[in-house]
């Protein structure tokens, strides 16, 4: 992860930092995955396989960086669909039942 060349005193600031980009990690690949769920992930195939051609990871920085350009009713369905994979999983209902 690079810590070796940070220089970061406080270990439990580290620790926040490294629990806060764990988590991170963890939305954006759901986010690819309910992009998969919707079917969005056709459009990142670059051939008709039925395998996985990006990464859940991948697909989720994509869409997450397609946001700011995406067609409304595109966004509503890949939206509604990341709401679907949040409520499926444990761990994100504990993490964001506040919200």
């Known amino acids: 992860m690079g810590l070796s060349a940070t220089h970061i005193r406080n270990e ?8 806060i980009a764990a988590i991170a990690h963890m939305l954006v690949t759901l986010l690819g995955a309910a992009g998969e769920k919707c079917g969005l992930d056709r459009t990142l195939k670059s051939n008709t396989s ?13 869409w997450y960086m397609a946001i700011p350009n995406m067609r409304e009713e595109r966004l509503r369905i890949l939206i509604e669909a990341y709401g679907e994979v949040l409520k499926e999983h444990e ?8 919200v």
């Open 91 to 98: 761990l994100t209902r504990e993490l964001l039942g506040v």
């Open 12 to 19: 439990a600031r580290r620790d926040r930092l490294i629990f």
């Open 50 to 62: 039925a395998k996985r051609q990006l990464s859940l990871y991948n697909q989720g920085l994509h």
